[in-house]
């Protein structure tokens, strides 16, 4: 029995990431279509303000804590989680068991050339692995693309369109595509396809990879500048819960 912990309104699976990676290997190779979400404070944000989105994804089969922001929230509402699982390390160990298995995956989503160049990337470092397709993630015929899924026939698919498109994506059309498992990974492509450096592991560790990123994408600043914001209202959230 799987636990999910509320934080500011979504349902977090409170998994360590092997135990998630073992969830999603379990989709994948299940006979329905479930999909995977990885919220960030951005992503959580964003469903607080609505409803539909905030549907979509709870709905999901996993609810994966991706930012240390989350789980700070978490400590301070006295919903702890056992530990970040950053969708792109979820991805890894989903591709690890797959390469195992021969699974077949496709990738969608990034400027067009990156999905293919992520796909041969993940070739020579996980021998085993089927790609099936590739897609990039700048289409305006939705259905066009669910028959390609389609034809591909994959176990896994990546669907890196961004949040909250990613997301409303997957809940749309997933179904439609003969696809098992869907995973919403925001920019992961860019970062399989070796055109953005991931934190070393350090900074990580330390919970900073945020920081990082914003070293190496000030463009970012915009967006992360909201994220002090996330924690006071979560602090607040808590004061709300201990008056009432
Ligand atoms: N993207 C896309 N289609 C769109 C908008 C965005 O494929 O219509 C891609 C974009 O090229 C990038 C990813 O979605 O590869 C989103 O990256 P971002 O860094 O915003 O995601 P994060 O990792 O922060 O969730």
Same mark, same amino acid.
């Given at each position: 029995?799987?636990?999910?912990?509320?934080?500011?309104?979504?349902?977090?699976?409170?998994?360590?990431?092997?135990?998630?990676?073992?969830?999603?290997?379990?989709? /994948?190779?299940? *006979?329905?279509?479930?999909?995977?979400?990885?919220?960030?404070?951005?992503?959580?944000?964003?469903?607080?303000?609505? *409803?539909?989105?905030? @549907?979509?994804?709870?709905?999901?089969?996993?609810? =994966?804590?991706?930012?240390?922001?989350?789980?700070?929230?978490? @400590?301070?509402?006295?919903? *702890?989680?056992?530990? @970040?699982?950053?969708?792109?390390?979820?991805?890894?160990? =989903? =591709?690890?068991?797959?390469?195992?298995?021969?699974?077949? +995956?496709?990738? $969608?989503?990034?400027?067009?050339?990156?999905?293919?160049?992520?796909?041969?990337?993940?070739?020579?470092?996980?021998?085993?692995?089927?790609?099936?397709?590739?897609?990039?993630?700048?289409?305006?015929?939705?259905?066009?693309?669910?028959?390609?899924?389609?034809?591909?026939?994959?176990?896994?698919?990546?669907?890196?369109?961004?949040?909250?498109?990613?997301?409303?994506?997957? /809940?749309?059309?997933?179904?439609?595509?003969?696809?098992? +498992?869907?995973?919403? +990974?925001?920019?992961? $492509?860019?970062?399989?396809?070796?055109?953005?450096? @991931? /934190?070393?592991?350090?900074?990580?560790?330390?919970?900073?990879?945020?920081?990082?990123?914003?070293?190496?994408?000030?463009?970012?600043?915009?967006?992360?500048?909201? +994220?002090?914001?996330? $924690?006071?209202?979560?602090?607040?959230?808590?004061?709300?819960?201990?008056?009432?």
């Amino acid at each position: 029995m799987r636990v999910r912990k509320e934080i500011m309104g979504v349902g977090f699976d409170d998994l360590t990431l092997e135990e998630a990676v073992a969830v999603g290997e379990t989709l /994948a190779a299940g *006979p329905d279509f479930s999909y995977v979400v990885t919220p960030n404070p951005e992503i959580v944000n964003m469903a607080r303000q609505s *409803p539909d989105y905030q @549907r979509v994804i709870n709905q999901a089969a996993l609810v =994966l804590p991706d930012g240390i922001g989350v789980i700070h929230a978490g @400590r301070i509402l006295g919903t *702890p989680l056992k530990e @970040r699982v950053p969708g792109i390390d979820f991805a890894a160990g =989903l =591709l690890t068991r797959m390469a195992q298995t021969g699974g077949r +995956l496709f990738l $969608l989503g990034a400027k067009p050339g990156v999905a293919e160049q992520a796909g041969q990337r993940l070739c020579e470092q996980y021998p085993g692995l089927c790609l099936c397709g590739t897609h990039h993630g700048y289409f305006t015929d939705d259905a066009a693309v669910v028959q390609t899924i389609r034809q591909a026939q994959p176990d896994v698919v990546f669907v890196c369109l961004g949040a909250p498109k990613q997301e409303l994506w997957m /809940a749309r059309f997933g179904p439609e595509t003969g696809a098992h +498992l869907m995973a919403g +990974l925001g920019g992961v $492509l860019d970062v399989f396809a070796g055109n953005v450096k @991931r /934190a070393p592991q350090a900074w990580q560790k330390l919970g900073l990879e945020w920081c990082y990123r914003l070293l190496h994408q000030p463009s970012r600043l915009g967006r992360m500048a909201k +994220l002090p914001l996330f $924690l006071v209202s979560a602090a607040r959230e808590k004061g709300r819960r201990e008056k009432a």
